[in-house]
């Protein structure tokens, strides 16, 4: 998911819009995600906290908290996705548990006119 410049200068492959955001070439609007898990990983001496993103195509990405453009990413989720506001701790706590908690899942309920 990542790219180089020269030098090694990483280059972030997220970028937002009104609609959605960009993953490299790849358009998603906010309302094609489906649903989002959040994770740890429990890596000895400290843990990781991931975020599956599962779009209504079935394709699936994984963003951590340990790429530079995590923090950004979250904060768009929380502003344009009603995520579970409690997720953090949910995930976070106890420590070196995998504690995995769907965050967000689109409404299976369709109400026809």
Not at 80 to 106: C, D, G, H, L, S
Request: proline content about 3%; charged content about 25%.
């Amino acid at each position: 998911m990542w790219f180089r410049k020269k030098h090694k200068e990483l280059i972030n492959p997220f970028s937002y819009h009104e609609s959605g955001f960009n993953l490299n070439d790849l358009h998603i609007n906010w309302n094609e995600i489906y649903k989002i898990t959040a994770y740890k990983e429990d890596l000895i001496t400290v843990d990781c906290i991931h975020v599956n993103i599962e779009l209504e195509n079935d394709t699936i990405f994984t963003v951590h908290e340990d790429l530079s453009m995590y923090n950004e990413f979250i904060e768009q989720l929380e502003e344009n996705i009603e995520i579970k506001p409690t997720w953090f701790q949910e995930v976070a706590f106890p420590a070196f548990e995998r504690n995995e908690t769907v965050i967000y899942e689109k409404s299976k309920i369709s109400f026809s006119q």
